[in-house]
């Protein structure tokens, strides 16, 4: 059973930068597609950036311009770059990533457990 694995979260001072990445726990053979959403304490979860297969990018109109979303040549790994961090960029950040296990197989969804980003002076 894959499992998928955010790090890379952490405290932060406004003006600052996080690289987080996510990353499958067990052999897989590419991360399909994938995204990243946030939840901070009392609202909703919501899509911070997002990745195709195609490799078509999008980004939620609050971290246009501050946030990237990119995979690794071998798409076993998906980051997102944040710049420019923000107090209210302050949340849980999660992968969801669509994982082809195999070649052949079709891609299913696995969520991670999250990593706290918190953005502070």
């Known amino acids: 059973q894959a499992q998928v694995q955010e790090s890379g979260g952490g405290l932060v001072q406004p003006g600052g930068s996080l690289r987080l990445s996510c990353a499958a726990s067990?052999?897989?053979?590419?991360?399909?597609?994938a995204d990243w959403y946030r939840q901070a304490p009392g609202k909703e979860r919501e899509l911070v950036a997002a990745i195709t297969s195609g490799d078509n990018k999008r980004y939620a109109d609050s971290v246009k311009g501050r946030f990237t979303i990119s995979r690794d040549n071998a798409k076993t790994t998906v980051y997102l770059q944040m710049n420019s961090l923000k107090p209210e960029d302050t949340a849980v950040y999660y992968c969801n990533a669509h994982i082809n296990r195999y070649s052949y197989s079709r891609p299913i969804s696995y969520w991670g457990q999250g990593t706290q980003v918190t953005v502070s002076s």
């Open positions: 067990v052999s897989i053979f590419s991360i399909n597609a």
